[in-house]
Nanobody, 120 residues
Framework: DVQLVESGGGSVEAGGSLRLACEHS???????VGWLRQGQGKDREVVAS???????TYADSVKGRFTISKDDAKNTLYLQMDSLKPEDSAKYYC????????????????WGQGTQVTVS
């Protein structure tokens, strides 16, 4: 059974940084883990993802500002968010799927409870 638990959200001023963490269990074999977000009144979108071969993708809106990484020994996925903007405000979710990564949030089968990020 796959479980994902996020932490690290909060409030920050524009230009600031936050780091999100996602402790996961039950993820193995060919898989993709990622960070997705949903702003108020917006669709859920994939922000960054990483597969088991460490292939990484980023949404254009966060390239150069966000960094996804993972620590396999700790079963933890991270999202370092720098130069935050008000438009980054959203609920951020850690999610996973079997097989290749996808840009469609609907393809992710497993979700954490989400953590709020607010940039003012």
């Amino acid at each position: 059974d796959v479980q994902l638990v996020e932490s690290g959200g909060g409030s920050v001023e524009a230009g600031g940084s936050l780091r999100l963490a996602c402790e996961h269990s039950g993820v193995g074999g060919r898989y993709c883990v990622g960070w997705l977000r949903q702003g108020q009144g917006k669709d859920r979108e994939v922000v960054a993802s990483m597969d088991d071969l460490n292939y990484v993708t980023y949404a254009d809106s966060v390239k150069g500002r966000f960094t996804i990484s993972k620590d396999d020994a700790k079963n933890t996925l991270y999202l370092q968010m720098d130069s935050l903007k008000p438009e980054d405000s959203a609920k951020y979710y850690c999610a996973a799927k079997r097989g290749w990564c996808s840009w469609s949030s609907g393809d992710f089968n497993y979700w954490g409870q989400g953590t709020q990020v607010t940039v003012s």
